[in-house]
């Protein structure tokens, strides 16, 4: 499209019409693939085809219009899933629903807790991402903005980044990025495919996303001690200023920087308690300010994080500020890289990967990571669970946080940060989360070591389970009733992905699930199998894919 803008020989335009005609159609919208077809019949009166050609193309063009206006029109509107709106809105955090409350709780900080009671399949959050990046190994084949797969790209004018749709395009971009990507500097060997890169982008992006002025009230604050007027933007050192320079003289202030670092913790207390209001930059619109005060907010765990680690990660960070230009000096203060090991502090624990569905020989539905981003209003109230109550669906920019059994009033509203109980080890999930998160958790299947789905399949129905996993008493003929109910709903679900309803399995899932979260309690095969069958079909039907996914409509249990 963008080279219709550039100009491109007036004589060859029908030939990208043509083009983007037969891209559309294979993506079965036909709209676009008639107005695409309509602009191609006005294209060939210039071009260089002989007129008979051009009689014959006209014809052709005017029988295929015909056929797709025939055509009901089942290209969904981008990220449309009816039936996901939130009803009600927080009060505070807007992103939660109006059924959550958020309380403070001692040891645990920040809690969601359920008002009401909430059936399965609940939407409790929907969150645009306050930042996000591209995982770099995609950039040829996904959008840089929403990280969708791209079939016809609108490619970046500055840098090898593509764009998904004109309105991707049209976002205010980050000129700086452009420059990194351009720079060659993610291209090293090993750096563009690890976690850390992607961090190491954020990072950047949140950074370079406004002027080094509107961080002014940062950098002027991050050195303060209690009871003292802010410090000059650099390190004192016999009195005299210190200065980074990155690129020549990186070991000369390692000890005085490693010895700041290990300070933040209690400055960073400090500076919370003089400066509750300040927001983490000091001028722009409203909305920005907004953000970045939100994402500011949230917990960091600079004073627990590997000290090296974190330094060596904060002068790659500068670094790239410096190679991309966003500073005009090539000397800068070492303000600078306190701010970007604070910013590395709040995303390290609290970004999310973001996901598409693949399909593998192996597993139909399996998951590719295609980004990282910022939720900052889930991250700062859902805590973790090895037995989690919700899952998240990728959505273009958007999570969406659905409930993945019933939820009593008053329970906590909780998400996975890493290993499920059913699928992970204990010893693994403590060790990562201790690792990334600080914390060892104490839920439920961590006290009383839950053990994994291939251990539950002893049982896997009503009547066969033991009665410390009921909520409540049942004689036999309610277990056998319960069975035969879900009997019933099970033959309905297969029926419906036989005829490819997957919208009604799923509907029907719900109450599958309803009927067995409230009579059984964790750990129990009935609710881990139940809740991959929720996952998958709400993947399918609202989540972001990949070009080469394939759905598979498979009944689980």
Same mark, same amino acid.
């Given at each position: 499209?963008?080279?219709?803008?550039?100009?491109?020989?007036?004589?060859?335009?029908?030939?990208?019409?043509?083009?983007?005609?037969?891209?559309?159609?294979?993506?079965?919208?036909?709209?676009?693939?008639?107005?695409?077809?309509?602009?191609?019949?006005?294209?060939?009166?210039?071009?260089? +085809?002989?007129?008979?050609?051009?009689?014959?193309?006209?014809?052709?063009?005017?029988?295929?219009?015909?056929?797709?206006?025939?055509?009901?029109?089942?290209?969904?509107?981008?990220?449309?899933?009816?039936?996901?709106?939130?009803?009600?809105?927080?009060?505070?955090?807007?992103?939660?629903?109006?059924?959550?409350?958020?309380?403070?709780?001692?040891?645990?900080?920040?809690?969601?807790?359920?008002?009401?009671?909430?059936?399965?399949?609940?939407?409790?959050?929907?969150?645009?991402?306050?930042?996000?990046?591209?995982?770099?190994?995609?950039? *040829?084949?996904?959008?840089?903005?929403?990280?969708?797969? #791209?079939?016809?790209?609108?490619?970046?004018?500055?840098?090898?980044?593509?764009?998904?749709?004109?309105?991707?395009?049209?976002?205010?971009?980050?000129?700086?990025?452009?420059?990194?990507?351009?720079?060659?500097?993610?291209?090293?060997?090993?750096?563009?495919?690890?976690?850390?890169?992607?961090?190491?982008?954020?990072? /950047?992006?949140?950074?370079?996303?406004?002027?080094?002025?509107?961080?002014?009230?940062?950098?002027?604050?991050?050195?303060?001690?209690?009871?003292?007027?802010?410090?000059?933007? $650099?390190?004192? =050192?016999?009195?005299?200023?210190? @200065?980074?320079?990155?690129?020549?003289?990186?070991?000369?202030?390692?000890?005085?920087?490693?010895?700041?670092?290990?300070?933040?913790?209690?400055?960073?207390?400090?500076?919370?308690?003089?400066? =509750?209001?300040?927001?983490?930059?000091?001028?722009?619109?409203?909305?920005?300010?907004?953000?970045?005060?939100?994402?500011?907010?949230?917990?960091? @765990?600079?004073?627990?994080? *590997?000290?090296?680690?974190?330094?060596?990660?904060?002068?790659?960070?500068? @670094?790239?500020?410096?190679?991309?230009?966003?500073?005009?000096?090539?000397?800068?203060?070492?303000?600078?890289?306190?701010?970007?090991?604070?910013?590395?502090?709040?995303?390290?624990?609290?970004?999310?990967?973001?996901?598409?569905?693949?399909?593998?020989?192996?597993?139909?539905?399996?998951?590719?990571?295609?980004?990282?981003?910022?939720?900052?209003?889930?991250?700062?109230?859902?805590?973790?669970?090895?037995?989690?109550?919700? /899952?998240?669906?990728?959505?273009?920019?958007?999570?969406?946080?659905?409930?993945?059994?019933?939820?009593?009033?008053?329970? =906590?509203?909780? $998400?996975?940060?890493?290993?499920?109980?059913?699928?992970?080890?204990?010893?693994?999930?403590?060790?990562? +989360?201790?690792?990334?998160?600080?914390?060892?958790? #104490?839920?439920?299947?961590?006290?009383?070591?839950?053990?994994?789905?291939? =251990?539950?399949?002893?049982?896997?129905? /009503?009547?066969? #389970?033991?009665?410390?996993?009921?909520?409540?008493?049942?004689?036999?003929?309610?277990?056998?009733?319960?069975?035969?109910?879900?009997?019933?709903?099970?033959?309905?679900?297969?029926?419906?992905?036989?005829?490819?309803?997957?919208?009604?399995?799923?509907?029907?899932?719900?109450?599958?699930?309803?009927?067995?979260?409230?009579?059984?309690?964790?750990?129990?095969?009935?609710?881990?199998?139940?809740?991959?069958?929720?996952?998958?079909?709400?993947?399918?039907? /609202?989540?972001?894919?990949?070009?080469?996914?394939?759905?598979?409509?498979?009944?689980?249990?």
């Amino acid at each position: 499209m963008l080279c219709l803008l550039y100009g491109y020989p007036e004589e060859n335009r029908f030939k990208i019409h043509q083009r983007l005609a037969g891209v559309y159609e294979n993506m079965k919208d036909w709209k676009n693939a008639i107005l695409s077809l309509q602009n191609l019949l006005s294209s060939i009166q210039t071009s260089n +085809l002989t007129p008979d050609l051009r009689i014959k193309m006209r014809k052709e063009i005017q029988t295929k219009i015909t056929y797709l206006q025939s055509l009901p029109d089942t290209q969904p509107k981008p990220y449309s899933f009816s039936g996901y709106e939130l009803d009600t809105r927080h009060p505070e955090f807007s992103s939660l629903c109006g059924s959550v409350r958020v309380e403070k709780v001692e040891g645990k900080g920040r809690c969601a807790i359920s008002r009401t009671r909430l059936a399965p399949g609940t939407l409790v959050a929907q969150e645009e991402a306050a930042a996000s990046v591209l995982y770099i190994p995609k950039i *040829n084949t996904h959008c840089w903005i929403c990280q969708n797969y #791209t079939m016809v790209p609108y490619p970046c004018t500055d840098c090898p980044a593509i764009y998904c749709s004109l309105a991707c395009f049209n976002k205010p971009r980050n000129r700086f990025e452009c420059q990194l990507v351009c720079s060659g500097i993610l291209d090293v060997v090993g750096v563009k495919e690890c976690q850390l890169a992607s961090n190491l982008q954020l990072a /950047f992006s949140l950074i370079t996303g406004v002027s080094p002025d509107q961080h002014a009230g940062v950098l002027a604050g991050l050195l303060k001690e209690p009871g003292d007027e802010p410090v000059h933007n $650099q390190v004192q =050192e016999d009195g005299k200023p210190v @200065h980074i320079q990155v690129q020549e003289d990186d070991k000369l202030v390692h000890n005085q920087v490693h010895e700041d670092v290990q300070k933040r913790a209690h400055e960073r207390e400090v500076l919370n308690k003089i400066e =509750e209001t300040e927001l983490v930059i000091s001028t722009g619109p409203k909305e920005l300010k907004e953000t970045y005060n939100k994402i500011h907010n949230l917990q960091e @765990h600079i004073d627990s994080m *590997n000290q090296e680690d974190l330094l060596s990660s904060g002068l790659t960070l500068l @670094h790239w500020i410096l190679v991309s230009g966003y500073s005009e000096e090539s000397v800068i203060s070492s303000d600078y890289l306190h701010l970007c090991i604070q910013y590395l502090g709040i995303i390290i624990p609290n970004c999310h990967a973001t996901f598409q569905l693949e399909s593998s020989n192996t597993d139909a539905s399996s998951m590719s990571m295609v980004g990282l981003a910022l939720f900052p209003d889930v991250a700062s109230t859902f805590n973790h669970s090895c037995d989690p109550n919700t /899952f998240v669906v990728d959505v273009g920019q958007e999570q969406l946080t659905i409930t993945s059994r019933c939820i009593e009033e008053g329970e =906590e509203i909780t $998400q996975v940060y890493y290993g499920y109980y059913a699928d992970t080890d204990k010893g693994e999930r403590q060790e990562k +989360l201790e690792k990334k998160y600080n914390f060892i958790c #104490t839920c439920l299947a961590c006290q009383f070591d839950y053990p994994t789905s291939a =251990e539950l399949l002893s049982e896997t129905t /009503f009547l066969n #389970t033991s009665p410390e996993k009921l909520k409540s008493p049942l004689t036999v003929e309610q277990l056998t009733l319960l069975d035969n109910q879900n009997s019933r709903f099970r033959d309905q679900i297969s029926e419906c992905l036989q005829n490819k309803n997957l919208k009604q399995a799923l509907a029907i899932t719900k109450d599958r699930l309803k009927l067995i979260s409230d009579n059984i309690r964790s750990p129990h095969a009935l609710l881990v199998v139940g809740m991959i069958s929720l996952v998958r079909y709400a993947w399918i039907l /609202f989540g972001r894919k990949s070009k080469a996914f394939k759905p598979k409509l498979e009944l689980f249990f």
